[in-house]
């Protein structure tokens, strides 16, 4: 395992909810595996008056409620010593004069040699540029003794506008390769592997094109509501929360080019790239690419489960959507012509996300299914979550005279791969912010084509009152409309949780 440089992880937003939940333990995970580095520190920043012996009681208590993904939890001791916590309001600029002495006293009492810092900041977004002014203008975002990086959470902007001003004013402060944009899809070990899939094989790579492939599936399903971030998600909707981020990095890492190396810079300049190519959708042709839905109450498996309007934080007229499907065209030489769909909800029958290759029909085709169908085109499924694996579907002859054809499945579950749990996302992505490696996080050109795709949607939403939005009930796949966007036919999978049930009897 690569050994990182001794350095304080500074954490803004130390007694929040993403800390608690996600970092606090992501960083147990890897001091357990031996993975930090030695010496290191965690200078937790916040607003609450707390002691370091509380802020590392409170870590310890963050641990048992959500750390070791239900594992024993072992050495918590010798990990919460690592903790320590400044006050610190980040919108005060005068505040970063006492954060920049503390730094350096830390540096120094535990003798690093270079004062490196990682700087996370798990803030809202109105935050992240008053922040960078502010270690900047303590000298906190100079490289010169040590290395500075800042790590960001989405959202990274509204819309285009606010996405590439905030990119400005982060880059007025930091250096590009100082900032480090999450979008913890890429921290997840299956979105990773679809780059091994694609580029660590021969077989695929001939056949990943419009020659071979009729069109692609991108879904991001869940089963929760907007539980309690209504407010939040109210001004967000799930085009902004899922598909400007998430799911346009997952389908980049499916249809980019190769890239020339496996590092930050090319793999990147890829990205960029494929999104870059990804056809406008304008106000005169939304109706025949988008539908929006949100949804509606309705009692499932016992639960009644109330209407996105009736949720904590929601406005009682919110058109906001909870469920977004897109008809989307890349403009290249490798998928010109063939289309992709995006799909996301919330309150969907089951959580899943995953990607589907459907391939092209045979050119001459002489067999048929027993009941006098047309076999169906091999389909390459790429489970992201849960059930993480891939399955081929393919058709083969069904025992028995005559010549009749069955689809079978040819399936790999990532838990065959060994016992340990699959590393989560922010684990990997923090070590890789440790070590400087920032191939799995957005370039800013990214965000920002990303915003470019989806702002003529959002901005044909806000101004024509007649794009309908569709209700549909909690538990259902959303509006039958989305089957429209399928100009040539077909429909929308319906994947069930287990990859091998699928097309059978469905666990949901
Ligand atoms: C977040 C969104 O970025 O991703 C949430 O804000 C969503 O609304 C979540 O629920 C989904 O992440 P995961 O890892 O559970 O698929």
Redesign the pocket.
């Known amino acids: 395992m690569r050994q990182a440089q001794p350095a304080i992880l500074a954490l803004f937003g130390a007694t929040g909810d993403l800390a608690k939940r996600k970092l606090i333990p992501a960083l147990y995970d890897l001091h357990r595996k031996g993975a930090l580095p030695r010496p290191f520190l965690i200078l937790g920043l916040g607003r609450k008056p707390v002691s370091d012996a509380d802020f590392a009681a409170q870590a310890g208590a963050a641990l048992a409620r959500f750390g070791a993904g239900g594992e024993e939890l072992r050495d918590v001791e010798p990990f919460t010593r690592l903790f320590r916590y400044q006050q610190l309001d980040p919108a005060d600029s005068q505040a970063y004069a006492a954060l920049a002495e503390r730094m350096a006293t830390l540096w120094e009492e535990s003798r690093m040699e270079t004062r490196n810092a990682l700087f996370y900041l798990a803030l809202p977004p109105s935050l992240y540029a008053p922040t960078a002014d502010g270690l900047h203008a303590v000298g906190l975002a100079d490289q010169s003794d040590g290395w500075r990086r800042m790590i960001v959470e989405?959202?990274f902007g509204e819309d285009l506008a606010s996405g590439v001003a905030l990119n400005r004013n982060l880059l007025e402060r930091f250096e590009e390769r100082q900032i480090y944009r999450i979008?913890?899809?890429l921290g997840?070990e299956t979105v990773q592997n679809i780059l091994a899939l694609r580029f660590a094989n021969a077989i695929f790579e001939p056949v990943w094109n419009r020659s071979h492939i009729s069109h692609l599936e991108v879904t991001?399903a869940?089963t929760?509501g907007?539980?309690d971030?209504g407010g939040?998600?109210d001004g967000?909707g799930?085009l902004r929360?899922?598909v400007q981020?998430?799911l346009l990095q997952v389908l980049a890492t499916v249809t980019m080019e190769p890239p020339v190396a496996f590092d930050a810079a090319a793999v990147r300049n890829e990205t960029a790239k494929v999104l870059q190519s990804l056809r406008p959708i304008t106000a005169e042709n939304i109706h025949e690419h988008v539908v929006r839905g949100q949804y509606l109450s309705a009692n499932v498996r016992g639960d009644d489960l109330a209407a996105y309007r009736d949720e904590g934080g929601v406005a009682p007229e919110s058109r906001t959507e909870t469920f977004v499907a897109i008809r989307a065209h890349i403009d290249n030489w490798r998928w010109g012509g063939i289309p992709i769909y995006i799909r996301s909800g919330?309150r969907l029958p089951t959580?899943v996300?995953e990607v589907a290759v459907h391939f092209r029909q045979p050119p001459h085709q002489f067999f048929q299914r027993a009941d006098g169908a047309a076999p169906g085109a091999n389909r390459l499924i790429i489970r992201?979550?849960p059930d993480e694996g891939i399955l081929v579907e393919f058709g083969l002859k069904t025992p028995a005279a005559g010549f009749q054809i069955q689809n079978v499945g040819m399936d790999f579950h990532y838990s065959d791969l060994g016992e340990s749990p699959i590393p989560s996302?922010y684990e990997r992505l923090l070590l890789d912010g440790l070590l400087g490696d920032a191939t799995l996080f957005a370039r800013s050109d990214a965000v920002e084509w990303g915003w470019r795709f989806v702002q003529p949607i959002l901005d044909a939403w806000a101004t024509d009152p007649e794009i309908p939005l569709y209700g549909y009930p909690a538990g259902t796949w959303g509006p039958p409309e989305t089957k429209t966007l399928f100009k040539e036919g077909g429909e929308f999978r319906y994947p069930c949780r287990n990859l091998t049930t699928d097309g059978g009897y469905c666990a949901l």
Do not use: C, G, L
């Open positions: 989405k959202p979008d913890h899809y997840k991001a869940e929760i907007v539980e971030r939040y998600f967000a799930i929360d899922m981020n998430h919330k959580r996300t992201i979550q996302a």
